[in-house]
């Protein structure tokens, strides 16, 4: 940066360059949902099977995410974030063009390549040019596209599917993706680290216990056999365990322990992992609710959703000033509150009530929503020292990706639970729609529980004059 101009222009366009990544996975990771079905037509394979290209994706996510910190900080922001990019795009390109469910998967596994290093290398850069009392506001701009993907996700991909074909839900990636390495190239400021060595042992553990978990997540959804899927969950978590024993005696560990020291940390990280367990079951069931209890086409439950969009802006506009009358812990607590009350809500239409009756709770979900992301990504890194940036926003990405993860694995599951109880639900499955809604809202609420252990004070170095 050779003038105040140049930091001026790079703090004004970051946010818009993490943003166009942030947009494009959460984009394609919810516009697939509403095209599986065409897709396995042209390819020939049950709508069951096409699940694999879905799975693979979260899979490589998961096995990668955590290596994010280390690439960065030994070959910079710039060119990981740039490579990431191009990942993306080339494995987008190569969707597009495959001719069978295997060509599909391998592509997806590309895609997914990208995609772990695109949000957590981003997301580095924007912490360390940001100081902690601008990052809010930097982090609002970015933080918007995980709230208007998984709207516009299914809307966009219901027309596309419907008017074009499904080849074009992986081609819109490409120009984006084009559009942020070219202003990655000129405006991404490449921060490296001198602290290179990597823990690989450490990377191995980790990366098996995130695969084994994802597995047992995905595994769940179809609740066939329940013994492989807890022996698979065993597994995991007895690779937690090898790490957390590996982690006390390395010098240099990928994640260090001392990070769970730092108290909002701590909170921030169990906090993001409870309460997305809500959040992240509505943007499937409601959709599937409309579509499969109300008869309704992809395109009408786009539309009923698609309100969201637009209060998670206002969502954002609010947040700062939320945050700094009252604080991070009554923000998160009140919150988390409303929104575990709004998903409950959802269980009050019956089958004859108007479908339109949802939009106002989904709007009014839309902004606390928006509220609630901002604060919980922020209070995580409020106050790492600077050797930590890396590691801790890369097991936040991790923790996130999980979390949302668990949130639609354990929707499907309580859903199935009901679906199959004909003593509860009586064959009704919109019944069973109600009853997940009033769990999954149910546990929101109680998650609010995890931000009392908040102090009053925590995250005042955050708060700015805007």
């Known amino acids: 940066m050779n003038s105040t101009t140049d930091e001026t222009t790079i703090k004004k366009l970051l946010p818009f360059i993490l943003a166009t990544a942030i947009f494009m996975q959460m984009l394609d990771s919810t516009i697939l949902n509403t095209s599986l079905p065409a897709i396995a037509k042209d390819l020939n394979e049950s709508p069951l099977n096409m699940q694999n290209a879905i799975i693979s994706y979260v899979l490589t996510l998961a096995l990668f995410m955590p290596v994010s910190g280390f690439l960065a900080d030994k070959f910079g ?22 001719q069978n469910l295997t060509q599909l998967v391998v592509s997806r596994i590309i895609q997914g390549l990208g995609g772990s290093l695109m949000t957590p290398v981003g997301k580095l850069a924007l912490i360390k040019t940001f100081p902690k009392n601008e990052l809010i506001k930097a982090m609002n701009y970015a933080i918007i596209p995980a709230l208007i993907g998984p709207v516009l996700g299914p809307l966009v991909g219901g027309y596309m599917v419907d008017y074009l074909s499904w080849h074009w839900i992986f081609l819109i990636n490409i120009p984006i993706g084009v559009l942020g390495i070219l202003l990655s190239i000129k405006y991404m400021p490449d921060y490296v680290s001198d602290i290179i060595s990597f823990d690989l042992r450490g990377f191995l553990f980790f990366a098996a216990a995130s695969l084994s978990l994802s597995v047992a997540l995905e ?64 943007p499937l069931l409601l959709p599937l ?44 607590i009140t919150n988390t509150f409303i929104i575990g009350l709004l998903i409950c809500m959802m269980a009050i239409p019956s089958l004859h009530t108007s479908i339109f009756w949802y939009i106002p709770i989904i709007a009014t979900l839309g902004f606390f929503n928006s509220i609630q992301f901002t604060a919980m990504n922020t209070i995580s890194i409020a106050d790492l020292r600077d050797y930590h940036t890396s590691s801790g926003n890369s097991l936040v990405s991790v923790n996130q990706q999980l979390a949302i993860g668990f949130g639609i694995a354990f929707g499907l599951i309580v859903l199935k639970l009901f679906e199959s109880d004909n003593h509860i639900v009586h064959n009704d499955l919109h019944t069973a729609f109600r009853y997940t809604f009033l769990v999954v809202g149910g546990l929101t609420i109680l998650s609010g529980i995890i931000f009392r252990r908040l102090h009053f004070k925590d995250g005042d170095n955050m708060k700015t004059d805007d």
Do not use: E
């Open 289 to 332: 609710m409309i579509q499969i209890a109300y008869g309704q086409s992809a395109i009408v439950s786009g539309w009923i959703v698609a309100p969201m969009a637009l209060t998670a802006m206002f969502g954002k506009s609010a947040v700062i000033r939320i945050l700094n009358n009252v604080g991070y812990r009554t923000t998160l």
């Open 219 to 282: 595994m769940m959804g179809n609740v066939i056999h329940v013994t492989p899927v807890l022996l698979i969950l065993l597994v995991g978590f007895l690779m937690l365990y090898f790490y957390y024993r590996h982690a006390q005696k390395d010098d240099n560990p990928i994640f260090p322990l001392n990070l769970f020291q730092v108290r909002t940390f701590r909170v921030g990280i169990l906090g993001n992992l409870a309460t997305r367990l809500g959040i992240s079951a509505v």
């Open 77 to 98: 922001t710039r060119k990981i974030f740039i490579l990431s990019l191009a990942l993306f795009s080339a494995g987008s390109l190569f969707c597009s063009l495959s």
